[in-house]
């Protein structure tokens, strides 16, 4: 057993697929307070963690480009660091969709780091095959497909709270289906049996940050019914998902276009949330793209 005088050694491992953003990452934790050391070799790892007077947390860039990487190699680690009492071990694994990777070594102009000689694409290929062992390990999942840099540091603070204190955050987000489910969400309600703004001339410019579509939404009789078991249901899982050791529990609300139902929704459940005691984010995706869109121009 460990000494409660003695404090826990606490180790991030950082790691995904090159370009989906683990140098962000590494950067942003060092700013909480971690001490971040990138592409450290895995045989010098527990060395690493030997040396007296490590008292900072610490936040590892693992890089499957690193010669002595493997995937059987990084698993024994992670059993090794995780059968020891002294040591609290979390592995960050950072996802991208592949076709957004290549968009980002096209616009970086760099070659792949597994593919010097091929197309990025193979790169890709082969380095998600290789890491796929690892990311079914990850404790933390962040897909940065639809995440800027400002984003990512967001999501990542609200994770790691100042000082190292790791804690169980919320995001709270809203989506249209014509675009498809969003990534690496745990929960998805359906708000489109809920009466639709967008039928209204003087609503369906406004969003459901707008008072004037919240209260249309909320004037759809079955909204407090359903709005309030949704919010049951998660005050159920989220202090059971706390529990379990779960460091993020992310939650979707979708309509037609993303605008107006969901938006309404997620704002609500969001502040209910943070209400009830929760550390909560709130994202909207069509919202965010169409500002992304009107920077752009």
Not at 54 to 69: H, K, V
Not at 232 to 248: C, M, Q, R, T, V
Not at 281 to 287: A, D, N, P
Request: aromatic share 6%; glycine share 6%; hydrophobic share 40%.
């Amino acid at each position: 057993m460990v000494d409660p005088i003695t404090e826990l050694k606490r180790i991030v491992l950082v790691t995904g697929p090159a370009g989906a953003g683990r140098s962000s990452a590494l950067n942003v934790l060092e700013d909480a307070g971690f001490e971040a050391i990138d592409n450290i070799p895995l045989r010098m790892m527990m060395a690493l963690l030997d040396a007296p007077n490590q008292i900072r947390p610490m936040a590892l860039g693992i890089d499957p480009r690193n010669r002595d990487f493997s995937t059987d190699m990084m698993t024994d680690l992670i059993d090794q660091m995780r059968s020891r009492p002294e040591i609290e071990v979390e592995l960050l694994y950072l996802d991208c969709a592949t076709d957004v990777l290549l968009r980002r070594f096209s616009e970086t102009r760099r070659r792949h780091p597994l593919a010097f000689q091929d197309a990025p694409s193979e790169g890709i290929r082969l380095e998600k095959h290789l890491l796929t062992p690892i990311r079914a390990q990850a404790g933390i999942l962040i897909d940065t497909t639809e995440l800027n840099i400002h984003q990512l540091r967001e999501e990542l603070e609200h994770w790691f709270a100042a000082g190292g204190t790791h804690h169980l955050t919320v995001s709270v987000q809203s989506f249209s289906y014509k675009r498809g489910l969003p990534r690496s969400v745990d929960m998805v309600f359906d708000c489109r049996f809920l009466r639709n703004p967008f039928w209204e001339p003087q609503l369906r410019g406004m969003n459901g940050t707008d008072l004037a579509v919240q209260t249309y939404v909320k004037h759809d009789p079955l909204y407090e019914i359903f709005a309030n078991q949704v919010l049951d249901l998660s005050l159920l899982i989220l202090p059971a998902s706390k529990s379990e050791g779960k460091s993020h529990i992310s939650i979707a609300f979708g309509c037609t276009g993303g605008q107006h139902r969901s938006v309404t929704l997620a704002q609500a459940h969001a502040f209910s949330l943070a209400e009830a005691g929760w550390q909560v984010s709130i994202r909207h995706r069509e919202l965010d793209e169409k500002k992304r869109e009107a920077t752009a121009h």
